[in-house]
C-alpha cells in the first residue's frame, strides 16, 4: 500500500493533507424526536376490510382510525468538514399494541351490538354456543438506515443553516401473537400462534433542511424538517409457530410464505376483500376465478420533523 | 479551505479536481438512487398486480319479443330449507375427546328433532302447492341418519307432501353435497349420525328436462377441522322446454356464507352460466337464463354485484311488491314463533334475456301450525317466487 502510493507522491500528499494536516474533523453525535406523517393508503384500506372482515366472521363491531404518522426518534454518528457533514442515521420506531379479551362467535356473526368475553363466560350464554376470546399482540418495528450528506453555511456566530439528502433501507417487521382461549361446552383445547409479517427491505430517500442553533460549541439545538421517500413492496407472512382454529378460519390459507393482497371482483372497490395466501395460488385463483389481485404494500412517503441535539467532538 | 491546503494544491495543479470531485459527488446519489428506484420499481411492478375483474356487461335482461314466436310465462321459486341446527359449532368442539362428541351430538340430534322436520315439510310443500310453481331451486336439502337409521330425507318427504297438498308430481334433479359421519362414545354407548345436505331443483311435470349437470366450485371454504376439509356448494343446471316449446336455462345455488368466498364463487356462476349459453346460427342468445339462490350477501354488494356486473337482473328490482325479506329468524330457533327475523334481502332470482317480470313476492311469512295444535316457522328463510315471461 505504502510502496503503491510512493508511485504516486502527489496523491498520497494530498491525503494526507487532507486527512491530518489542514482538513480537520468535527465529529458528532446526534439524538432526535419528532413526529413522521404519511399517508400509508394502502395500510388504511387493510385495516377498513379488516374491519368488514371480522365482523363477518364474528368478531365484535368496531370502527377503525387512520394510521398516518408515527413518532420519529432516529440516532445520527457523523463527522463535518467544513461546510459538509456525512452520517449515518437510523431511526427507530417500536411500538407494542395488545389487545385482550377480544370476543369472537362465529353463530353471532355479522351482528350490529357488541359482547364482552364476561358475556361469553355466563353460563346462559354458554348453553347456547360456542365461542372465544383472543388475546393479541403486536409489535411493530419501524427501521430505515440512511446515509447522509449535508451542505451547511453558518448565519453569524450563532446558527447555521444546511440541507441535506439520505439513502438507505428502509428495514422493520411486525411480529404477531395471538392466544385463543374457547369456552362452552365440549369446545376444543385453547391453541396459540406466532408469526412475523416481514416487509422485506426496501430502498429509502430522505431530502432536509436543517435550522441550528449553536449556543456552544460542542451542542447544537437543531429543528429538521423534510420529505421521505419509501415504500414497504409487499408483506409476507414467516416464521409461523403453532396453530390457531380462529386464525385458520379467518384466513384459512395463511402460511408461511404467505402474502397479503387485496381481491377485487367488481367494478366497486367496496366489495374488495383481504387475501393472504402465496403468490402461485393468488396467480392461480385471478386465472381461474377472473378476479384481480393487488400486493398490499405501504407508502410511508411524507413529511417530517424533529428536534435534534447535536453533540459535538471538534477538531479531531 | 486552509490557504496552505489551496496554495498546495495549486503548485501541483490539482486544484481543478476537487471542484469536479465536488460536482459529480452533488449528482452521484441522486443519480445513483434514481437509478435504484427504478430498477427496485422494474423488478417489483410485475407480481404487484395481476388478474382482472371480468368484463362488466350492460343489463340486456329484457329482451324485445320476437312476434314469429311463442311466449311463455313461468313461476320459479327459490327457497332454503333449513338444515336446522348450526353447523358451525363444530368447528370449535373437540371432536376428537369421545364423551365430549357424544354430548355434542346428543344435544345437536335434540335441537334438530326440536325444529320438527317433518312437520316444516308440510308447510312448505303446502306453499309450493299453493303458488302454482313450475320450478323450484331447493338449497340445504337434508337427509339425516341416526344410528343406521333415516330419521328425514328432507326431497322425497317434500316430493310427497306436495303430493298430498293437491300439487303436482314434481320431477327433482337432486345435488347432495357435504356427506358427514360424527360418532361420540359415552359410557359404553356410541352415537352415530350422519347426514348429507344439498340443492334440487323441482320441474313440473309438463316441463320435459332436456338437460342437467353439477358444477362444483373451485373455490370452497377450507374448514380447520382436518386436512383437506371444505364445505362443498355447487351450481346446478337444468335446460328445460315448456309445452309451448319455450327453452328455458335454469341454475339453483347456495352460496357460502363467507363474502370473500361467495364472492369468487358468483365469479364462477357467471363463467359457467356463460360458458352454456344457447345461440342461435347468428350468434344470438335464444334462451331465457334463471339464476336462483341463497347467495348469503345483501343486495348490491359481493356476489350481487358480480352477478349483476355481468348482465343479470335482479326481478325483485322491477316488480316487488313487498320489502322482499328472505333472512333470517335469529338461531335457527324455528320452534320460536316470536323470534326475532333480521330483515335481510339475501336469496334472489336473477335473469337474463327474459322478456318480462311480471310479480316477484315472498311467501311463508307466517308460522304454521303442527298437527298437534304447535307453532312452528317452516324454515329460517322465506320463500322467493317470481312469475317471468320469457320466449
Known amino acids: ?316 | 479551505m486552509s490557504l496552505i491546503r489551496l496554495q498546495w494544491l495549486r503548485r501541483n495543479k490539482m486544484w481543478k479536481t476537487l471542484p469536479r470531485l465536488q460536482r459529480s459527488k452533488k449528482f452521484l446519489l441522486p443519480g445513483l438512487s434514481a437509478l435504484l428506484i427504478l430498477m427496485a420499481q422494474a423488478c417489483g411492478k410485475k407480481d404487484t398486480d395481476f388478474g382482472g375483474t371480468a368484463p362488466v356487461i350492460p343489463k340486456d335482461s329484457l329482451v324485445k319479443p320476437d312476434t314469429s314466436k311463442t311466449l311463455d310465462t313461468l313461476r320459479f321459486a327459490t327457497l332454503n330449507m333449513s338444515i336446522g341446527f348450526p353447523v358451525s359449532q363444530l368447528l370449535f368442539t373437540n371432536m376428537a375427546d369421545q364423551p365430549t362428541a357424544y354430548k355434542v351430538l346428543d344435544s345437536l340430534f335434540k335441537r334438530y328433532q326440536r325444529t320438527m322436520p317433518k312437520e316444516r315439510i308440510k308447510g312448505m310443500a303446502k306453499a309450493i302447492a299453493d303458488l302454482k310453481l313450475d320450478v323450484v331451486g331447493l338449497q340445504e336439502v337434508m337427509s339425516f341418519t341416526k344410528d343406521g337409521n333415516l330419521v328425514d330425507d328432507y326431497l322425497p318427504e317434500l316430493l310427497q307432501a306436495i303430493r298430498d297438498a293437491g300439487g303436482p308430481a314434481y320431477k327433482f334433479y337432486s345435488n347432495p353435497l357435504n356427506d358427514t359421519l360424527l360418532q361420540g362414545a359415552m359410557d359404553g354407548t356410541v352415537l352415530k349420525i350422519a347426514f348429507h345436505e344439498g340443492n334440487a331443483l323441482l320441474v313440473k311435470p309438463e316441463l320435459a328436462i332436456l338437460d342437467s349437470a353439477r358444477f362444483l366450485y373451485f373455490t370452497l371454504l377450507k374448514i380447520p377441522t382436518g386436512e383437506n376439509a371444505v364445505t362443498q356448494r355447487c351450481l346446478s343446471y337444468l335446460k328445460i322446454k315448456s309445452p309451448n316449446g319455450v327453452v328455458w336455462q335454469v341454475y339453483n345455488t347456495h352460496l357460502e356464507v363467507f363474502e370473500d368466498i361467495s364472492s369468487s364463487q358468483a365469479l364462477e356462476v357467471r363463467r359457467i352460466v356463460d360458458s352454456l349459453k344457447l345461440r342461435d346460427s347468428a350468434g344470438q342468445e335464444t334462451a331465457p337464463q334463471i339464476v336462483m339462490g341463497d347467495f348469503n350477501v345483501l343486495p348490491n354488494t359481493d356476489a350481487h354485484t358480480v352477478m349483476q356486473e355481468g348482465g343479470f337482473s335482479d326481478t325483485f328490482d322491477t316488480t316487488a311488491a313487498d320489502p322482499g325479506f328472505t333472512c333470517c329468524i335469529a338461531a335457527s330457533a324455528l320452534w320460536d314463533t316470536q323470534a326475532a327475523f333480521s330483515n335481510r334481502r339475501i336469496d334472489f332470482i336473477f335473469s337474463r334475456h327474459i322478456v318480462k317480470v311480471l310479480e316477484h313476492h315472498v311467501a311463508l311469512k307466517d308460522s304454521l301450525t303442527t298437527s298437534t295444535g304447535v307453532g312452528l316457522l317452516a324454515t329460517d328463510h322465506r320463500a322467493v317466487w317470481a312469475r317471468i315471461v320469457g320466449q
Not at chain 1, 364474528?58 to 459538509?84: E, I, K, M, T
Open chain 1, 1 to 316: 500500500m505504502i510502496l503503491s502510493y510512493l508511485a504516486f507522491p502527489r496523491l498520497a500528499l494530498s491525503m494526507l493533507l487532507c486527512c491530518t494536516v489542514t482538513w480537520s474533523w468535527d465529529l458528532f453525535a446526534s439524538v432526535s424526536e419528532g413526529y413522521t406523517s404519511y399517508e400509508a393508503r394502502d395500510f388504511n384500506r387493510v385495516l377498513t376490510l379488516m374491519e368488514k372482515t371480522t365482523k363477518e366472521k364474528g368478531f365484535n363491531p368496531y370502527n377503525v382510525s387512520r394510521f398516518d404518522g408515527h413518532p420519529q426518534n432516529a440516532l445520527v454518528l457523523g463527522a463535518r468538514q467544513g461546510n459538509w457533514s456525512f452520517g449515518l442515521e437510523a431511526e427507530f420506531w417500536v411500538e407494542e399494541f395488545e389487545q385482550s379479551e377480544v370476543p369472537f362467535d362465529l353463530e353471532n356473526a355479522e351482528r350490529d351490538y357488541r359482547v364482552t368475553c364476561e358475556n361469553l363466560r355466563d353460563p346462559s350464554y354458554a348453553s347456547k354456543n360456542l365461542f372465544g376470546c383472543i388475546e393479541a399482540k403486536e409489535q411493530f418495528r419501524f427501521l430505515p438506515i440512511t446515509v447522509q450528506a449535508e451542505y451547511s453555511r453558518d448565519l453569524g456566530r450563532w446558527f447555521r443553516l444546511g440541507a441535506g439528502y439520505g439513502l438507505g433501507v428502509l428495514a422493520g417487521s411486525a411480529h404477531i401473537e395471538m392466544t385463543s382461549k374457547y369456552y362452552g361446552e365440549g369446545a376444543i383445547p385453547d391453541d396459540h400462534i406466532r408469526f412475523q409479517i416481514w416487509p422485506g427491505v426496501n430502498l429509502v430517500q430522505k431530502g432536509f433542511v436543517d435550522f441550528e442553533y449553536l449556543p456552544w460549541k460542542w451542542l447544537g439545538i437543531d429543528l429538521r424538517g423534510g420529505w421521505r421517500i419509501s415504500g414497504v413492496e409487499g408483506l409476507t407472512l414467516r416464521d409461523q409457530e403453532g396453530s390457531s382454529r380462529i386464525f385458520s378460519s379467518v384466513f384459512p390459507e395463511a402460511k408461511d410464505g404467505a402474502r397479503m393482497y387485496f381481491q377485487s371482483f367488481t367494478t366497486n372497490p367496496e366489495d374488495d376483500k383481504i387475501y393472504v395466501g402465496t403468490e402461485a395460488e393468488a396467480k392461480a385463483k385471478a386465472e381461474r376465478e377472473g378476479s384481480r389481485f393487488h400486493l398490499v404494500n405501504g407508502d410511508f412517503t411524507g413529511w417530517f420533523a424533529a428536534l435534534k441535539l447535536n453533540f459535538y467532538w471538534r477538531d479531531i
